[in-house]
């Protein structure tokens, strides 16, 4: 396994126990291989039930693959270090509704193992940057779900990370969130950090990815650079994501 | 993870912990509880003599210092709700003060603060590994055991504080307004977080295994209902035939399973019975002989004083035997202590050991719980 990709899946399996007595299995990721490269921004795309989400919580440690390898930062997922230099946007986030934004970003900074003194430097700025300076004393019960969105990206950012898992980003997010996403993303890959994108926003895909990765069913059916997939193979000519992905994803259907 | 990063995370779970039972109204209930026990205390004044026993001796004297020889002619009394109620005095100051103690203790917070402990707290726990919540917290570097473990001391930490709190105001305020100071009552702090922790440690397990607050709140009260009833029961399997030697022995085998549950089990009724020791709770009844018996027998008659009591029936109407008032909570309590001195004196009450086997089994808990937790798919 090599120690220069940032993240590497190799063979990787996962099964759920499924049924009344759990004794069936249900096979969420099958034999998955590819890597993530130093400063690429990576889509992972699928439709519903694919096993995306699957492998983004492998890569996090959250659920250990039935077979196969994975690697993170260099070192093996299990290794629960290099999470400290990792940022995760989960699709549906869910905070302590006690906390206020800044109390919370003190917290999930702290577990992050970051210096008191250094996350409370990191917070104005970052709570600026996702547009909740005015609203950093508030409790998260009062917060939309939008808001809640845009914290959970300042909490992915709080320990500048080098690896960014977003989880659909998007949702719940108004346009001026959206751009907020994209711009982060867009700022993350000029920084040289690498972004691993779960998205259904297929426009946002087009406009930030480098490359994709299509997962159908558990499987791997797609890898490349995206124009690999919006370029028409018969005409040569610059056709619409979703065009491309819809024969790729009916092989799930 | 090294170890000062292993206390950092305590240290914020403990922190964050705080902050949630902080926003919640129920913190507030608790500290009105506090504040209003603590009130009730100062308003209590007591008149009369500080204590009836000379210093060795079981007591002999009145309030006017002289052998009681009938009806004590200077009882005192004790008023409270600032002068609001008064009553005269059954014992002296100290046993009055005692009675205070133990009812703060043992009812206040011991059956009614521990059960609010217990609901309250029940929730922590589920809500903490609720996917959607634990799932950014799990992709942090702290490993699992120790957000699970880190949140657990820290519920036990402030439930800690909260008894803290309510025992301190307490017993300063009754030590300010009576000049009696105990501080055997203070032990009633690592004492009821004790039995809170064992409690709160299966409360835990089921957190793990169903996140549903509801099934931790029941089961850990139904927990703690088949601990005590194993632990009183394995009591008076070993005292009946001690105090009752009319009474059938049980079989040889019922006798041992009860005793295997007894070991293997948590002990809060042990933990009660310690209890009663800190709040020197017994000193009250040291009159009675070890030898004490609630039933005659030939071999073994009761004492002529106890006798007494019980053929007039005494004891109910508040006028015992020589003038020495004998309450009805005091008789039931004598009777309690004397189960516990029977026990003792037969060597089958170690206090030692029980809380030793209740900490292992709260501790065995945690761990199974801390093991599922770790290999839990997120």
Known sequence: MSTSAVAEFEGVVKDYPAGLLRRRTLRAVDEVSFRLEPGEVLALLGPNRAGKTTLVKILLCLCGPTSGHVSRLGRP?????????????????????????????????????????????????????????????????????????????????????????????????DPAGRRLVADLIREQRR??????????????????CDRVAVLAGGRLVHLGPLSSLTRDPATGATRPLEDALRPLYEISA | MTLPAAIFVLRWLIRDTFRQALASRTFWLMVSVTGLCTLFCLSVRIDGPRSLTPEGEIELYGGDKQPLTGANPNPGSMTVGFGALRYTLFRDAEAEVRFLHSFLALWVAGAIGTLAALIWTA?????????????????????????????????????????????LATWSALGVRTGIWSPG????????????????????????????????????????????????????????????????????????????GYWILPKPGDVLILLDTALDAKEDFDPLPPSFRLVQTPAQPLSPELGTVLATGAFQTNEGAMGIPVPPQVFAEATYLSLQASQQGRGAFHPELSVLSSLLFAAMVLAVAVRQFATTDY
């Open chain 2, 185 to 260: 009552y203070l032990l009633c702090i690592p004492l009821l977080l004790l039995q809170f922790t064992i409690i709160y440690s299966f409360s835990a397990l089921l957190a793990v295994y169903t996140r549903n607050t509801v099934v931790c709140v029941f089961g850990s009260l139904i927990f703690w209902f088949v601990c005590y009833a194993m632990n009183f029961g394995r009591h008076e399997t070993l005292a009946m035939p001690v105090l009752d030697p009319t009474v059938p022995a049980l079989p040889t085998s019922v006798q041992d399973s009860v005793e295997v």
């Open chain 1, 191 to 208: 920084e040289g950090r690498t972004v691993l994108l779960v998205s259904h926003v297929l426009s946002e895909v087009e406009q930030l």
């Open chain 1, 77 to 173: 997922a299990n290794d629960r270090r290099t999470l400290a230099k990792v940022g995760y946007v989960h699709e549906h986030p869910a905070f302590p509704r006690y906390l206020t934004a800044a109390g919370l970003l003190e917290y999930y900074g702290a577990l992050s193992l970051i210096p008191f003194e250094e996350v409370r430097r990191r917070i104005p700025p970052l709570l600026e940057r996702v547009g909740l300076s005015d609203r950093s004393q508030e409790p998260i019960a009062r917060f939309s779900k939008g808001m809640v969105q845009r914290l959970a990206v300042a909490q992915a950012l709080i320990n500048e990370p080098d690896l960014l898992v977003l989880d659909e980003p998007h949702e719940g997010l």
């Open chain 2, 123 to 167: 929730g922590f726990l589920p809500a903490f590994l609720e996917p959607s919540a634990a799932s950014v917290l799990l992709a942090k570097p702290a490993p699992r055991w120790l957000l699970l473990t880190g949140k657990f001391v820290a519920v036990i930490a402030f439930v800690g504080f909260q008894e803290a709190i309510f025992f």
